[in-house]
């Protein structure tokens, strides 16, 4: 590839440069558009501060906020403007606040227009700088008055800047003109940031590479959010790009009797979906797994969207997992997410590095239910866990999904079906039966190999998961009010005092 396309100017935003392919392609002009509040400003400094920290010179030339107040912007994010960064305030003098000053023809708009510009040039010819930032476009586009001298403008602060060795980017906060495209079609690259309100929870932020020219990008949108320490990008995940090399041997899951209902457990590098009304085990079953990992002496992360971390330590002690031993001996990550205030995006990073920084080879995600809150339509969720599961499974780690369905028997629904993405699917049911509520778990698909076509009763103890022969004498079991047709009924002793957890 050429030199100049391939010589980058790194954004100094985590992630941005992975979206932009490494970054802004040097000695051009780029455009980052976005309404009040979406971070261009924040991204701005960001971009400067990593040109100043390799020792470049910078420009940030201000048309509508002061000296002070972007210096107060870069404190709040723990940012100092160093010597390297030049803030030159191109505002009205406080003159122009007097009417009569206002009234005289030294002010209208062709003459004012006219000496932005120039003064613009005498700024970036006194400094020479590398980077530059132009906040913002929105000013230039009112004294221009109409579209036709808005775009001379811009093509000829684009040919300015073009003799020079600048990167410069272009800042337009969309206020005067939204629908106006003039610049999209002048400048190299456009990256349009937009914030979504949902109905309930902390604002969405997300961004797209409209146009880069010369240049491959990751397309579609991308979130991102605004934290202390400037914006974080989160690239959007594609699985093709992410495969490892790995044995895939068949792993047990610490029950023999659930084992044989697997075809003698689950493969490495699959996933397993635990479907079934509130209450039935769905967790526990999750957690047996991740147990059996930890006896491997593999680690584990597990996700939780629905549970307080005390009452799930708690309980789980209760029932023979100790997950508190577990996270202080280094074998498990374990977070406690709100669905109002996380994207995707965000959570799919979080998953993905925990994978990669902690050899996570086990993951539990409780539950799917609390995931969708999180997002906007059910489609994108389905394209949000295929290639979530779909990168997991090319890792190597085998992930544990838990929903939740609609009712406790007979014809239950869920939420969303993801049944098909998963490799393996365990459905769990509540059943009646001798005058006493009981449970079944069964296995309704496994890709990697056979499984028993069997429904087996299981009961929660102070031991943990006891699993029963198959019911093979009755009929009606997943309905929730079985018929028995057999001679002996194959069910688990009555349960003693202390059983029956949740």
């Known amino acids: 590839m050429d030199q100049v396309l391939s010589e980058k100017a790194e954004t100094g935003v985590e992630g941005l440069d992975d979206v932009l392919s490494g ?94 510009t120039k003064l613009i040039f005498q700024a970036f010819e006194r400094i020479k700088p590398q980077r530059v930032v132009i906040d913002s476009l929105s000013e230039i586009r009112l004294l221009a008055q109409s579209s036709l001298r808005y775009r001379r403008q811009i093509l000829a602060l684009k040919h300015f800047f073009s003799r020079s060795d600048a990167t410069v980017l272009l800042l337009d906060d969309m206020t005067s003109d939204s629908l106006d495209k003039t610049v999209h079609s002048v400048v190299h690259g456009v990256i349009h940031l937009e914030q979504l309100a949902p109905d309930y929870g902390s604002e969405r932020r997300r961004l797209r590479v409209i146009k880069y020219r010369g240049q491959s990008f990751r397309g579609g949108y991308h979130d991102f959010i605004i934290k202390t320490g400037g914006v974080a990008v989160f690239p959007r ?41 509130a209450g039935t085990g769905k967790s526990l079953f999750a957690l047996q797994f991740v147990n059996a990992a930890i006896q491997r002496g593999e680690r584990a992360a597990i996700f939780i969207f629905d549970e307080e ?22 074998f498990i990550h374990i977070e406690q997410l709100d669905a109002a205030e996380l994207s995707p995006g965000e959570f799919a990073q979080r998953v993905r590095s925990r994978v990669a920084s902690f050899d996570a080879k086990t993951v539990v995600i409780d539950s799917i239910n609390g995931y969708q809150a999180s997002m906007p339509e059910e489609n994108a969720l389905i394209l949000h866990m295929h290639e979530l599961l779909q990168f997991l499974n090319r890792q190597g780690a085998n992930t544990f999904l838990t929903v939740a369905q609609h009712g406790l028997v007979g014809d239950m629904k869920s939420p969303v079906d993801v049944t098909y993405l998963a490799d393996s699917v365990v459905l769990l049911r509540y059943f009646e039966a001798l005058g006493k509520v009981r449970r079944a778990v069964s296995v309704i698909k496994k890709r990697t190999g056979p499984h028993e076509d069997t429904i087996r009763e299981f009961r929660i103890s102070n031991a943990g998961l006891t699993l ?28 003693d005092e202390g059983d029956n957890h949740s």
């Not at 261009?40 to 400067?48: E, N, P, S, W």
């Open 23 to 116: 970054g802004f392609t040097r000695r051009h002009v780029f455009l980052l558009e976005g309404s009040p509040g979406t971070g261009k400003t924040t991204i701005a400094l960001q971009f400067l501060l990593e040109g100043a920290a390799l020792g470049e010179r910078c420009l940030y030339i201000s048309l509508s906020e002061t000296d002070a107040e972007l210096r107060d912007a870069a404190r709040s994010h723990g940012m100092e403007i160093n010597p390297r960064i030049e803030i030159f305030e191109l505002v009205p003098p406080e003159s122009l606040l007097d009417d009569d000053q206002q009234q005289s023809l030294l002010y209208s708009s062709d003459l004012e227009l006219g000496e932005t």
């Open 309 to 330: 971390l005390g009452l799930l330590f708690a309980r789980t002690k209760s029932l023979g997992i100790d997950l508190e031993k577990m996270l202080d001996d280094g």
């Open 237 to 277: 995940l594609r699985a093709i790009e992410h495969k490892t090399q790995f044995e895939r041997t068949t792993l047990s899951s610490g029950l023999a009797e659930f084992d044989g209902l697997l075809g003698g457990g689950i493969e490495r590098g699959s996933s397993t979906l635990l479907i079934g009304p």
């Open 468 to 495: 029963g022969e198959p019911l093979s004498g009755f009929q009606g079991v997943l309905r929730g009010v079985p018929n028995f047709v057999g001679e002996h009924p194959p069910l688990l002793p009555i349960a």
